[in-house]
């Protein structure tokens, strides 16, 4: 049999993308989340985690950049990806290193337009609606040491209209996630266990 693999959800805030994730892989032997870590105790991600029976992780700035607990947790777990799904902070080095192309992010619009420090949830909504753009959208990247600037995996767009407020937006935007998210994330590990295995095999 396969071996299933392990990925850790990192969320800062309400974590509907956590929770349509872990449904959507729920029995079907692909994944298994073994966390959700999160750096604010109010944060409803926590409550979500509760009720889907996934164990909550919280962590504070200071074990997140100065040590090792969070890497050493991590390992422990044998988590072979780190999904952040609306998780405001900078990935630290240690953690880069350690899961190379294994960390992927994704966020409300389509860079590289409107990303980089700050630009989360509403602000970027609030940015799009300002410039009157025609279309907004996701994408799915790696992450690297800057935000929002790794390699993109998957875009998808959607239409504005003139009526369209940074809340109707999140509305459209939040659908193509709960879509997308899950697939590209089912994809990716599918397609780097394929890689592996042919590898050992030569
Ligand atoms: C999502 O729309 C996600 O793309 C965005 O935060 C929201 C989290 O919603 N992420 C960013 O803005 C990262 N820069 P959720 O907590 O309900 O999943």
Redesign the pocket.
Known sequence: MKPVSRIAIF?S??????QRIAEYFAGKGILEISAIYCNSSASY?LERARLLGIQAILFDRESFYNTSDILVDLRERKVDWIVL????WLIPAYLLKSFPNRII????ALLPKYGGKG???AK?HEAVIASHDTESG?TIHYVNEQY?EGQVIFQAKCTLTETDTPESL?AK??EL?YKYFPVVISDLIRSKKRRDTSRNTI
């Not at 805030?13 to 956590?18: E, F, R």
């Not at 799904?85 to 405001?88: E, I, Q, R, S, T």
């Open positions: 969320a805030g309400s974590g509907s993308n956590a991600v799904a609306g998780f405001l992010n994704i966020h409300p630009m989360y949830g970027v996701i929002d999140a935007i939040h996630e």
